[in-house]
């Protein structure tokens, strides 16, 4: 079953512009991940942000994490049109497996 | 540094037919993951393996899914017999270890099963 959920499933904004994509999950984590891919790529690591992290950068991306909501949001700020992909987040499969289980994704589009 | 390689990049065969995927992990990784991603169940995990052991197969499919990892620096996944149903991109992906590490994903193999 899917544990983390994006929202919204697609998103087109125009170059410049800030993009933020949200995640809800399920049960109890002690992190959270997100990923890019491109089309007919593999999955690319972006950042992993810890249960006793409630923020974290990596150049123009910035990670919230709400364990309270059960939340997670990524914004990445003067967006690129490299920057088009589809965003997952991915959450602990449970009981600190290794193996992640992943939402359905926000498909983001960057407008040259 | 070399990534997570994985052959071949596409398949195409009919049903009934043995199908085996190959995966190289980043050498000196420890974890090894096996996933497959349709557009109706997105992504899913199949099976990982820790130091060369199988950890959890709660994914695989069904009896006609098997993984292997003789060594550290090969793991396969073969379908036999295939079906359509079985027709998905197939990713593998290694990681450092230990538990919350990211994950480094090869380019997967496009499988199509007529």
């Known amino acids: 079953s899917q544990q983390g959920e994006e929202d919204p499933q697609a998103l087109s904004i125009q170059e410049g512009e800030n993009a933020t994509m949200n995640c809800s999950y399920k049960?109890?984590?002690?992190?959270l991940q997100w990923y890019r891919q491109n089309s007919g790529r593999g999955l690319v690591h972006l950042i992993l942000?810890?249960?006793?992290?409630r923020e974290k950068h990596s150049g123009r991306l910035r990670v919230t994490l709400d364990t309270s909501k059960k939340s997670s949001s990524l914004l990445i700020t003067a967006s690129r049109a490299a920057d088009t992909a589809s965003y997952f987040c991915a959450t602990p499969q449970g009981g600190g497996a290794d193996g992640l289980t992943f939402g359905k994704g926000t498909h983001l589009i960057i407008q040259p | 540094d070399a990534g997570v390689i994985q052959s071949p990049r596409h398949e195409v065969t009919e049903m009934g037919q043995e199908v085996t995927l190959r995966c190289k992990p980043i050498s000196g990784h420890n974890s090894l993951f096996w996933y497959r991603q349709t557009m109706m169940r997105g992504l899913e995990l199949l099976i990982y393996f820790n130091n060369n052991v199988p950890i959890d197969d709660s994914g695989m499919p069904e009896d006609r899914f098997s993984a292997k990892m003789p060594n550290a620096s090969f793991s396969t996944l073969k379908i036999q017999p295939s079906e359509p149903r079985d027709s998905a991109v197939y990713f593998c992906?290694?990681?450092?270890?230990?538990?919350?590490?990211?994950?480094?994903f090869g380019d997967g193999t496009r499988l199509s099963i007529l």
């Open positions: 049960t109890s984590i002690n992190n």
């Open positions: 942000i810890r249960s006793n992290e």
């Open positions: 992906a290694s990681s450092r270890g230990p538990r919350a590490s990211a994950q480094h």
